[in-house]
């Protein structure tokens, strides 16, 4: 059975920071396009960042520069770590996995039961 366990959420001020984990079971990272997405309170799910197959990383402008995504194939492991945290990053983010680049549940091939990150003003 696969599954992503995310892990790393939590309370914390404007400004500071937090690194989520994905962890993967039973699915390997190689070939796969790993993916965060968030969907803040009474909002439509965001696509926040990719890691495609070639490894290029790609990052929703809101975030970009700072948010870093990376993983560890040696763990089967997915990050995002985030600096600078605005109010407005206040979500529940969950990592996908897909074969084509899907981000959206229930198309994409793996969904994770997401982690709250709540940033205080």
């Known amino acids: 059975e696969v599954q992503l366990v995310e892990s790393g959420g939590g309370l914390v001020q404007s400004g500071g920071s937090l690194r989520l984990s994905c962890e993967a079971s039973?699915?390997?990272?190689?070939?796969?396009?790993l993916s965060w997405v968030r969907q803040p309170p009474g909002k439509e799910l965001e696509w926040v960042s990719s890691?495609?197959?070639?490894?290029?990383?790609h990052y929703r402008s809101t975030v970009k520069g700072r948010f870093t995504a990376s993983k560890d194939n040696t763990k089967n492991t997915h990050y995002l770590q985030m600096t600078n945290l605005k109010p407005d990053d206040s979500a529940v983010y969950y990592c996908?996995?897909?074969?084509?680049?899907?981000?959206?549940?229930?198309?994409?091939?793996?969904w994770g039961q997401g982690t709250q990150v709540t940033v205080s003003s």
């Open positions: 890691i495609y197959a070639d490894g290029s990383l």
């Open positions: 996908a996995a897909d074969r084509e680049g899907r981000w959206i549940h229930p198309a994409v091939d793996y």
């Open positions: 039973g699915l390997s990272f190689d070939n796969l396009y």
